[in-house]
């Protein structure tokens, strides 16, 4: 989380000025040791900053506004945390975030630098309704997933409460992502039930798939979860092309390299779940037209989490043009479907064609809302 990145960043400046103070003379160790005094109230100042309050269970001014309407297609406005201010990156490079140990100097002063170009406290985005949007665009599921990168397809599921829980035993990590580190030969109420609605899905919206990957575990997201909290924050789970692929190891470059492979797509199915009774009204997902995104706002980042190394992702720099949409009342009988990762050799150099996303508050939600319980879970598609 921000938090937890800025605590510990925090504390290796601490560190840091600890490690002077030791090394400097009698004379100077005072002066050491008040620098040190004030590293640590500065780390811990900013550490604090802006981070969900565990008590409340809710982000400080992520509330959001009224109703308006343009047009055909109406929206709301939301207050965002998590955008980043334009020129972090330059068109072609990527921002090295380093979130776990070891760190040494110059990674520190880089991860200061990405969170201190966050834009602060927020933005006010407005998020439209893609329930009017596909309305009035008239077209097929198909046609619009294809022209917009994300759809809604209603479709009740066999997964009960507790087929969803068996099927999510860890916190979202890379194993959801590419698959790396994934349990494959465990038999799960999703490998039973639900890979079988995916695909079914898949193969309506990209006929021309030709080999589908599906894991027998997935991701869950509300209260009582191993993913208790929501991302609040614009991003794109992957890079642009098979060479920024995370933990790509030589199996993969492999594959892709074959010359009846041209190309590979991630698709997320995200939808409400069991044992949620209500539509989502408190916190839905948006997603941002990738064809309203310019290439310079893009933040692309070099991420260290864990021991397993560097991944590459997506963070975006905010841009009024971002045409960002949601699907009011979404229930769990209620897929959202939205491109997470998309290479085609065929492809001149990198593009987007994928999602950015983030939760957000909606401006509706009366007050004693059900919490979202949520699941994702991503399918690999190769061409």
């Not at 706002?297 to 560097?310: A, F, K, Q, T």
Request: charged letters at 25%; a neutral charge; aromatic letters at 12%.
């Amino acid at each position: 989380t921000v938090f937890e990145s800025r605590a510990f960043i925090g504390l290796s400046i601490f560190l840091v000025a600890l490690d002077l103070c030791w090394m400097s003379s009698a004379a100077a160790r005072p002066l050491a040791v008040g620098l040190v005094g004030a590293a640590a109230w500065v780390a811990s100042w900013w550490a604090r900053q802006e981070h969900p309050n565990p008590a409340r269970g809710r982000f400080p001014g992520v509330r959001c506004e009224e109703m308006r309407s343009e047009g055909a297609v109406s929206h709301i406005k939301a207050k965002m945390l998590g955008f980043h201010r334009k020129g972090l990156v330059d068109v072609g490079d990527w921002h090295c975030l380093t979130m776990c140990p070891p760190i040494n100097l110059a990674q520190i002063y880089s991860s200061v630098r990405y969170y201190m170009n966050m834009i602060r406290p927020h933005v006010v985005v407005k998020i439209w309704d893609a329930r009017e949007k596909e309305a009035q665009e008239g077209l097929s599921k198909a046609d619009f997933f294809k022209k917009y990168g994300f759809v809604l397809i209603s479709r009740e599921t066999a997964m009960s409460a507790q087929d969803w829980d068996a099927s999510a035993p860890d916190p979202l990590g890379i194993q959801h992502v590419t698959g790396h580190g994934m349990k494959k030969n465990v038999e799960t109420p999703l490998s039973r039930k639900y890979t079988q609605e995916v695909e079914q899905v898949i193969r309506e919206l990209l006929p021309d798939a030709k080999e589908i990957e599906l894991d027998p575990l997935l991701a869950r997201r509300g209260p009582g979860t191993k993913n208790p909290g929501y991302n609040f924050a614009p991003h794109q789970d992957y890079g642009f092309t098979a060479d920024d692929w995370p933990l790509a190891g030589p199996e993969f470059r492999q594959r892709f390299g074959r010359e009846d492979c041209h190309g590979l797509v991630v698709v997320n199915f995200w939808r409400p779940v069991r044992p949620m009774q209500g539509p989502v009204r408190k916190t839905p997902l948006a997603v941002c037209d990738p064809a309203s995104v310019k290439m310079q706002d893009i933040v692309p980042v070099n991420v260290r989490r864990d021991s397993l190394g560097y991944t590459k992702m997506l963070d975006l720099a905010f841009d009024e043009d971002q045409r960002w949409y949601y699907y009011p009342d979404m229930t769990v009988d209620e897929v959202l479907i939205f491109k997470s990762f998309q290479h085609f050799k065929s492809q001149a150099g990198p593009e987007l064609h994928t999602c950015f996303h983030t939760a957000f508050e909606h401006p509706a939600a009366p007050p004693g809302a059900e919490e979202r319980q949520s699941c994702e879970y991503r399918a690999r598609i190769w061409f």
